[in-house]
């Protein structure tokens, strides 16, 4: 059971960025896959949730209406559209598999190694 993540990199503030995570063994049909993000010396961070079918979306306020997730289930894959972003959003971003709640960052059972992103401004 993994998940990759990769699509980080270096944009400018208001730039888009897309991160993929790719998902192999039983954990895509977990319930929810989310992705959290870490700055260093601070804790990590909710920043989105969907459940298995992807009909449900969950966002942190601070990326509301600027990021947008999805999934892929036939390719096992999920998706995180970034745009307009802004240098607070720098951080290692984490995909990660919940077989509990999509909030609740001790109910993810599977974690990505982190893509970092950076945004300048």
């Known amino acids: 059971v993994q998940l990759q993540a990769s699509g980080g990199g270096l944009v400018q503030a208001g730039g888009s960025l897309r991160l993929s995570c790719a998902a192999s063994?039983?954990?895509?049909?977990?319930?929810?896959m989310g992705w959290f993000r870490q700055v260093p010396g601070k804790e990590r961070e909710f920043v989105a949730a969907?459940?298995?079918?992807?009909?449900?979306?969950y966002y942190a306020d601070s990326v509301k209406g600027r990021f947008t997730i999805s999934r892929d289930n036939a390719k096992n894959t999920m998706y995180l559209q970034m745009n307009s972003l802004k240098p607070e959003d720098t951080a290692v971003y984490y995909c990660?598999?919940?077989?509990?709640?999509?909030?609740?960052?001790?109910?993810?059972?599977?974690w990505g190694q982190g893509t970092l992103v950076t945004v300048s401004s």
């Open positions: 990660a598999a919940s077989s509990g709640s999509w909030r609740d960052l001790k109910a993810y059972d599977y």
């Open positions: 063994g039983r954990t895509f049909r977990s319930c929810f």
């Open positions: 969907t459940n298995w079918r992807g009909g449900n979306t």
